[in-house]
């Protein structure tokens, strides 16, 4: 050069942050190319060749988390519930304030929860259900769940707290009140089991399995006192 090194230094510098820009900018590209074809395979339920569709995207552009949500969605397919997890985790990492993220990984964490508690596998069952909440504490099939499992573990309270705070959520309408009234057998309080029951037959409960099957539960309860 027949000018400063410095000037020399600078220039290069330019230059390779203008070649780095051009090669992210095209990486990007061809990403965004490969998950649209990623897709494609996914609603063709080519569930294979969507995951390696979408494991490339995730090669070419490791902070896109709509990649990391894909790839889960594959995975859940195919039946991988935690790999499933740990791809919608990465998501939220990079896109924290993503509301549609927080609620599907709280809702796989939930079923990650339910599935040990159906193993008799409890406090794992607890862990799973701490973290769905921790992700969208609104979930209230997360608190349903887990009074239940609490319930199991013959910790009434905490069981019941969960079930005052999904109760008025019209899904879980008339499954807390049959929870509650469950509960309020085992613990022989009739006049509440009476209340509980009351409450889920309102409506459409009177025609709910499960509420016939605690009206059972409880008249066989009145027969046994009385």
Same mark, same amino acid.
């Given at each position: 050069?027949?000018?400063?090194?410095?000037v020399?230094?600078s220039?290069?510098?330019?230059?390779?942050?203008?070649?780095?820009?051009?090669?992210?900018?095209?990486?990007?590209?061809?990403?965004?190319?490969v998950?649209?074809?990623?897709?494609?395979?996914?609603?063709?339920?080519?569930?294979? &060749? /969507?995951? *390696?569709?979408?494991? @490339?995207?995730?090669? !070419? =552009?490791?902070?896109?988390? +709509? %990649?990391?949500?894909?790839?889960?969605?594959?995975?859940?397919?195919?039946?991988?519930?935690? &790999? /499933?997890? *740990?791809?919608?985790? @990465?998501?939220?990492? !990079? =896109?924290d304030?993503h509301? +549609? %993220?927080?609620?599907?990984?709280?809702?796989?964490?939930?079923?990650?929860?339910?599935?040990?508690?159906?193993?008799?596998?409890?406090?794992?069952?607890?862990?799973?259900?701490?973290?769905?909440?921790? %992700?969208?504490?609104?979930?209230?099939?997360?608190?349903?769940h887990?009074?239940?499992?609490?319930?199991?573990?013959?910790?009434?309270?905490?069981?019941?707290?969960?079930?005052?705070?999904?109760?008025?959520?019209?899904?879980?309408?008339?499954?807390?009140?049959?929870?509650?009234g469950?509960?309020?057998?085992?613990?022989?309080?009739?006049?509440?089991?009476?209340?509980?029951?009351?409450?889920?037959?309102?409506?459409?409960?009177?025609?709910?399995?499960?509420?016939?099957?605690?009206?059972?539960?409880?008249?066989?309860?009145?027969?046994?006192?009385?």
């Amino acid at each position: 050069c027949d000018w400063s090194s410095d000037v020399c230094s600078s220039d290069l510098k330019a230059v390779s942050s203008s070649i780095h820009s051009i090669m992210n900018k095209l990486q990007t590209e061809k990403a965004l190319k490969v998950y649209n074809e990623a897709q494609a395979q996914f609603c063709n339920e080519n569930f294979k &060749s /969507a995951l *390696v569709g979408f494991t @490339k995207c995730i090669f !070419l =552009d490791p902070q896109e988390p +709509k %990649y990391y949500q894909g790839r889960a969605e594959v995975y859940l397919k195919v039946g991988d519930i935690r &790999s /499933a997890i *740990v791809n919608y985790q @990465k998501a939220v990492y !990079l =896109d924290d304030n993503h509301l +549609k %993220y927080r609620i599907r990984l709280s809702d796989l964490l939930d079923a990650l929860g339910y599935l040990y508690f159906q193993n008799n596998q409890f406090n794992s069952s607890l862990i799973e259900y701490e973290k769905a909440l921790e %992700y969208y504490n609104e979930n209230h099939k997360v608190y349903l769940h887990r009074a239940v499992t609490l319930f199991s573990l013959n910790r009434i309270q905490l069981a019941l707290d969960d079930l005052r705070v999904c109760e008025n959520h019209p899904e879980s309408f008339p499954y807390v009140h049959v929870l509650k009234g469950h509960i309020y057998i085992f613990t022989q309080d009739l006049f509440l089991a009476k209340v509980e029951l009351s409450k889920a037959m309102e409506n459409r409960g009177d025609k709910n399995a499960q509420v016939r099957m605690f009206e059972q539960q409880f008249n066989g309860f009145c027969f046994v006192l009385f």
